[in-house]
């Protein structure tokens, strides 16, 4: 079923630096947006979004923001929409607003805006996702809204938050294991690397318990990851570490490429392959690896 009109996918970089500022402008690589349409409102007017995709806020960091705004004020405004009389919702920047509650502050710089509850959500991943802020659970759970909720394709995701197709179905992947795992990487006790090598694991719980108390590195933990299993028509499962970098490397030249890449008692290992078809794109190639 097609999207309702105002929710159909597209593209936030044009103009969103007007709306949420230098940060989005960074990331669609945009020339600073005015402030010019900045107000300001009572911090007790705002309510965080329901569709802010981050539920963790650690207390030292914000700690550390509320000092800064005490010290220099909210340098940036916060992306509201209004949601009733005196009332709105926060679309981007709640982590300025709980900082400026702790800071004492009454009353803080914001940009109002209309928008549809799928760009509100699009806004929302793209500050959080951007800049890390993040863990691989709530950022997959932000992706699956997407699909779910505003009927998102896969690509259509990558290409409205910045990142590869590989990525994304790599970090809804993590979804399907278990409550206890997905805890664990909440929590930072297990890493996205970490956590996709137990996707092939038999026990991932008990896999990741070892992870941890064994204090493994990512490479680590790939070596001992089981072997590479079949898809029922014989095709084998790609290492998602693998897939992410060659989907990363086909998007940055243009070309497809294949990475073949083996760990074994020697170290690692592979062959990259890159397919082009006409001599310009040989050409191309060439100049790539050639460049000083």
Known sequence: MTPPKEDRPRGLGRGLSALIGDEAAAVRGEPPASKKDARTLPVAFLQPGKYQPRKTFDEQPLEDLAASIREKGVLSPILVRPIGPDRYEIVAGERRWRAAQLAKLHDVPVVVREMADGEALEIAIIENVQRADLNAVEEGLAYKQLMDQFGRTQDQVAQQVGKSRSHVANTLRLLNLPAQVQAWLREGKLTAGHARTLLGADDPEAAARHL????????????????????????????????????????????KTHITHKTGKSGDKGVVTVAYSSLEQLDEIVRRLSRT
């Open 212 to 255: 941890i108390e064994g204090g493994l590195t990512v490479r680590e933990a790939e070596a001992r990851a089981p072997a590479v299993k079949k898809k029922p028509g014989g095709k084998a499962f790609k290492d998602p570490n693998i897939a992410d970098l060659e989907a990363s490397v086909s998007n940055t030249l243009g070309l």
